[in-house]
């Protein structure tokens, strides 16, 4: 309770207060200073009251008469896990006789689909009650997930100095940025860098190139997919080389420390040259993509490449790859070695087949 007094009131003397109540009963004006004095408090206990509204907290009763409040997390294989203030637990789901989950979760019940479901405690031990659903018992509950976000979006971009051999001879700044953003059955991936680069007023290097993929999910892990690459590098002699694709992919691992992704299919190669005649062809394409978290949250290792080989026997086809390792820093900022390699089986006239890029970049991951 606030109590209005002398102190609260803001008025010094309590013999004052009195006399301003006294005042009150027949005094119009002095009513209304009474009145603002009253009022004064109300901020206070107002900020009082929300103190005392609990935070949210689901609630987890064992047979051994604990009582755990937090986040209820998941429930898989029997196992219950739960993020309390000393943190993450994990209890059989045997021994837990109540629980109340007041954000909807996706609940399982026996062989059925999951169900997004706020869980109320019941009365009786063992038994819930499911809103939307009704009475459940404990027991008969498989599983519990969290909800996932219609589209997840992860990304990141950098920036650093970049050691180059082979066609482009020069030490510079690159730029780089990827984005994949997943559904619930589509992923959509876009990647690109760009370097640029001038050595006493003459430009020794201008080069970028950007691929972009979609996947159209079939099942859990089989894929439709189509793909594009564009690149453009004036000291390959290439103004514009496109390749469009389209294939079948598998997502053969999926794991929170291992990642690996391969798909293959049909293609179609054009190159614009700047001095010698363009050219196209069809080719057999293929491509995989590999992430191992070598330490959690801190170094991981990826691998991507991209392979296009010409079928009409004139010996045409390249090959990009991607080796690196990622360190993480601080608040998503990372450091990277990275290895680039382009390889041209028949580049233009005096240019050379392979060409690599050895970088260590600054960058921010989301």
């Not at 004052?16 to 109540?21: E, F, I």
């Not at 404990?138 to 066609?167: D, E, M, R, Y």
């Not at 190139?209 to 002699?237: I, M, Q, W």
Request: charged share 20%; hydrophobic share 40%.
């Amino acid at each position: 309770m606030c109590a209005v007094d002398a102190f609260e009131t803001g008025c010094s003397d309590p013999a004052q207060t009195v006399g301003l109540r006294d005042e009150a009963e027949g005094d119009g004006e002095n009513s209304s200073t009474l009145h603002s004095c009253m009022m004064r408090p109300l901020p206070f206990c107002f900020l009082l009251l929300i103190a005392a509204v609990p935070a949210h907290a689901d609630e987890v009763r064992l047979k051994n008469g604990d009582r755990i409040t937090g986040v209820a997390s998941s429930l898989a294989g029997g196992t219950l896990t739960f993020k309390a203030a000393g943190g993450e637990l994990k209890m059989p789901w045997a021994e837990v006789t109540s629980l109340a989950i007041d954000q909807p979760m996706l609940v399982t019940i026996g062989t059925g689909p999951p169900t997004p479901a706020v869980i109320v405690a019941g009365d009786t031990a063992g038994q819930v009650t499911l809103v939307p659903g009704g009475p459940a018992a404990l027991s008969a509950i498989v599983a519990l997930k969290q909800p996932q976000p219609a589209w997840s979006v992860i990304g990141g971009a950098g920036a650093g100095i970049v050691q180059t051999a082979g066609n482009t001879q020069v030490n510079n700044v690159r730029l780089s940025g990827d984005l994949v953003a997943t559904g619930a059955a589509d992923r959509y991936s876009v990647s690109g860098v760009v370097t640029h680069a001038n050595d006493r007023g003459v430009e020794t290097a201008r080069n970028w190139s950007t691929t972009g993929k979609y996947d159209r999910f079939l099942t859990t892990r089989l894929f439709a997919n189509a793909n594009t690459n564009f690149t453009s590098d004036r000291f390959r002699d290439i103004d514009l080389r496109t390749a469009l694709g389209a294939g079948i992919g598998y997502q053969i691992l999926q794991t929170t420390r291992t990642t690996l992704t391969a798909d293959a299919g049909a293609a179609w190669v054009h190159e614009n040259f700047r001095t010698i005649a363009d050219d196209s062809y069809a080719a057999a394409h293929e491509s995989a993509g590999l992430q191992v978290q070598l330490v959690a949250d801190r170094a991981q290792f990826f691998h991507l490449h991209d392979g296009y080989f010409g079928v009409s026997g004139d010996n045409k086809m390249f090959i990009r790859t991607q080796n690196g390792v990622r360190i993480g820093l601080a608040a998503g900022f990372v450091t990277t070695i990275e290895e680039d390699v382009d390889y041209d089986r028949r580049p233009s006239p005096g240019r050379r087949q392979t060409d690599r890029t050895f970088s260590l970049t600054l960058g921010y991951r989301f």
